[in-house]
């Protein structure tokens, strides 16, 4: 998170957007450990960061049960319907990442193990 930070604001991103894809990686490692690795100890989570000259990339990796991609939903969870029970709680982290970054998807791994999440920031044009 905090290299991910520091990478934005040597690529001169806003103090904001820094806290954004701070955010943003944050919520990607906690998807990670938690839906993917199952919250096993003996798992990890790798983050792969690439700066190219228009944008940032960065890859969250987990060793959970790969293969298909899962369908992303990104759009915001019904709080009334988890505030009365109706709906249990949760659904936050893709919402809050789509709403950090440019672009935000699972993504194919050659080896069909774990899963890979990547995150993309433009560095030209960035709001």
């Not at 930070?5 to 701070?22: F, K, P, Q, T």
């Not at 990104?74 to 440019?102: H, N, T, W, Y």
């Amino acid at each position: 998170m905090s290299l991910a930070g520091d990478l934005a604001a040597m690529a001169g991103l806003s103090s904001e957007r820094i806290d954004e894809v701070r955010t943003a990686v944050s919520e990607a490692c906690i998807n990670a450990m938690k839906h993917g690795n199952e919250m096993a100890a003996d798992t990890v989570v790798d983050v792969e960061i690439e700066v190219a000259a228009t944008q940032l990339s960065i890859d969250v990796c987990d060793e959970g049960r790969g293969g298909a991609v899962p369908e992303t939903t990104f759009e915001a969870p019904d709080l009334a319907a988890q505030f009365s029970g109706a709906q249990p709680p949760g659904g936050m982290g893709l919402f809050v990442i789509r709403s950090f970054v440019d672009s935000a998807q699972f993504v194919d791994t050659t080896d069909n193990e774990g899963n890979r999440f990547r995150m993309v920031i433009h560095l030209v044009g960035t709001r």
